[in-house]
């Protein structure tokens, strides 16, 4: 079946302006996750939807990060007032059920470029 | 608090033989543990999970990895590398129940 996809798959914007990333996960994954790999920090956890519970937002790094994820599905993650140090690729992953034990699968990525 | 140390960021092998990359975790209880691998220009993928049924866990490409409880460890092994398997490989271990936290990554050559 089909994996999890992200779009778009390269997105360059210009600092201050607003970007929305988007994620469709693997049909019937109750749990999305945000990830952002970077040259700096490597790897990290931004933030985590499980089915209708509140989003763990622990890993999102400023106020200037917000994510949605309508109807149990499809996800956006917003970034207002893009800054260079924004520059990454954002990776977009679901489980089946968010346990422990879970494969994450993930997406493609997009890659953000701020200049 | 969990965490990975990966203990090479390069490691680089000839064709056929093998393979060793070395995981360090920290955890105050029984971890979930992944290694995840990285092609150039791809998405990750999962090559093998330990969620404490068996401490020999073997992987997709003929990798497997051995949970071992006294040393902390959970290193990656294959007998005998492929040109193919050239990639990143990342260590990871379970946040909080909910996240990946991943390890800083290991880069693996494969020299013809």
């Known amino acids: 079946g089909a994996g999890v996809s992200q779009s778009p798959s390269n997105k360059v914007t210009e600092k201050g302006k607003d970007v929305e990333l988007r994620c469709d996960p693997i049909s019937g994954h109750t749990a999305l996750y945000w990830y952002r790999q970077s040259l700096g920090q490597g790897l990290e956890f931004l933030i985590y939807f499980q089915g209708n519970s509140a989003p763990d937002k622990s890993g999102l790094p400023s106020d200037r990060f917000s994510a949605e994820r309508t109807g149990g599905s499809v996800s956006t993650l917003t970034i207002q007032r893009t800054q260079q140090e924004d520059s990454a690729v954002y990776l977009c992953?679901?489980?089946?059920?968010?346990?422990?034990?879970?494969?994450?699968?993930f997406g493609p990525g997009t890659r953000l470029t701020v200049l | 608090a969990q965490s990975v140390t990966q203990l090479d960021s390069h490691v680089s092998v000839s064709e056929g033989t093998p393979v060793l990359l070395r995981c360090n975790y920290s955890s105050s209880y029984s971890p979930s543990l992944f290694w995840y691998v990285q092609h150039p220009n791809k998405g990750l993928q999962l090559l093998l999970k330990y969620t404490s049924a068996a401490t020999l866990v073997k992987g997709i490409n003929g990798f497997e990895a051995e949970f071992k409880k006294s040393e902390t460890s959970f290193h990656l092994t294959k007998p005998s590398a492929h040109m193919s398997d050239a990639a990143e490989y990342f260590c990871?271990?379970?946040?909080?129940?909910?996240?990946?936290?991943f390890g800083s990554g290991t880069r693996l050559q494969v020299q013809p």
């Open positions: 992953a679901s489980s089946w059920s968010g346990t422990n034990t879970d494969t994450q699968y």
């Open positions: 990871v271990v379970i946040l909080r129940g909910r996240a990946l936290t």
